[in-house]
């Protein structure tokens, strides 16, 4: 599968300006890249993570 580049990205017409997304899981590794790239895509992302 290829990876869309920012212009492609917006081209395709997947913005996610102004949604909200919850991302749980998201103290470090893989959940914390995808808070980073929702937010750089738009979105107002949030973590959570559990530390049990």
Known sequence: MAELNEQQWKKC?????????????????????????????GARAKSSASSC
Do not use: H, P, W
């Open 13 to 41: 017409g997947y913005s996610l300006d102004g949604r909200v997304a919850l991302v749980t899981g998201a103290a470090g590794g893989l959940g914390k890249a995808i808070v980073a790239e929702l937010r750089e895509r």
